[in-house]
């Protein structure tokens, strides 16, 4: 399998980065957000097998692309 990756935006400050999976929310600070499951995120787009949708999202909502990332 490929590599599977996502592009995070923090909406806040218009930051973002590419992130690999299975995603360590930690990483999160390198885009200005504080790691909180409650911060609003915004997914731009993605690379590989998982996916979840584009737009607009909690943190917390990235558990979501670990577990598809666990099943392949």
Known sequence: ???SRVLI???EN???AWFSLPFYFG???SIGLSGSYE???ELVD???LVYI???YFI???LEQLNRQVDEY
């Open 1 to 3: 399998m490929s590599e």
């Open 9 to 11: 935006r923090d909406p």
């Open 14 to 16: 218009g930051r973002q």
């Open 27 to 29: 990483k999160l600070m």
């Open 39 to 41: 911060e609003r995120i």
């Open 46 to 48: 993605y690379q590989g």
């Open 53 to 55: 949708g584009l737009g």
């Open 59 to 61: 943190v917390e909502d």
